[in-house]
């Protein structure tokens, strides 16, 4: 049972554009939700995380919104780049802190 | 400050076989986190571990089995392997408390014929 659903799967902006990936969640007993960026033959690595009694958070240009009610959020890049290509995933922490259940990925490609 | 390291990179093994990968955690870090990527989707958390104990586990079977050492690196172990183990294996550390920031190493391509 899938409890992270994320799409688009793939998704193609020009250079500057704005990329939003969106994620929805199954379970409330999640109390942190990260996002993470991996490039081919890499890792992830941690984007940004948010709390859910938070509405939104900026970190330089990624933005997550959040929306508690709907169980629902985002990331949004600002001015992308083509150095922002990668493959996008959004996560959920457990309450208890353990694991992290992920979604599937949004491979992003930003032309120039 | 170094970072998450993994051995070996790849891996080729045959069906049956038993397999065992290493994780060396972040400078610091007291928690370790194993997770199974197959290609095209996202990591799936096998289990995780703190002050050298299993500390929750994923939907996989008991031949999936871990080690945690005094000097906080780990083991991944798998028995009798399958075809469908074919993955990319990342182990990933991180501080107890903040296990939504976890730091992930390059993985380990494993591979069973």
């Known amino acids: 049972q899938q409890q992270v659903k994320q799409s688009p799967q793939s998704l193609i902006v020009q250079k500057g554009g704005i990329p939003i990936i969106n994620c929805a969640y199954e379970n409330t007993a999640f109390d942190y939700f990260p996002w993470y960026q991996q490039f081919p033959g890499k890792g992830p690595a941690l984007l940004i995380a948010?709390?859910?009694?938070?509405s939104e958070k900026k970190e330089g240009r990624f933005t997550i919104s959040f929306n508690k009610s709907a169980k629902q959020f985002s990331l949004h890049i600002m001015d992308s780049q083509p150095g922002d290509s990668a493959t996008y995933f959004c996560a959920a922490r457990r309450q208890a802190g353990t694991a992290l259940i992920f979604g599937k990925g949004t491979t992003l490609s930003v032309s120039s | 400050e170094t970072g998450v390291t993994q051995s070996p990179t790849h891996l080729i093994k045959t069906r049956g076989q038993q397999v065992t990968l290493r994780c060396s955690s972040q400078?610091?870090?007291?928690?370790v986190s194993w997770y199974q990527q197959a290609l095209g989707q996202g990591p799936q958390f096998i289990f995780q571990y703190y002050r050298e104990e299993e500390n929750g586990r994923g939907n996989f079977p008991p031949r999936f089995s871990g080690l945690q050492f005094p000097n906080y690196s780990s083991e991944l172990n798998v028995n009798a392997l399958l075809l469908g183990d074919s993955a990319l294996y990342l182990c990933?550390?991180?501080?107890?408390?903040?296990?939504?920031?976890?730091?992930f190493g390059p993985g380990t391509r494993l591979t069973v014929t």
């Open positions: 948010i709390r859910p009694d938070v």
């Open positions: 400078s610091g870090h007291n928690t």
């Open positions: 990933a550390s991180s501080f107890a408390g903040r296990t939504y920031e976890q730091y």
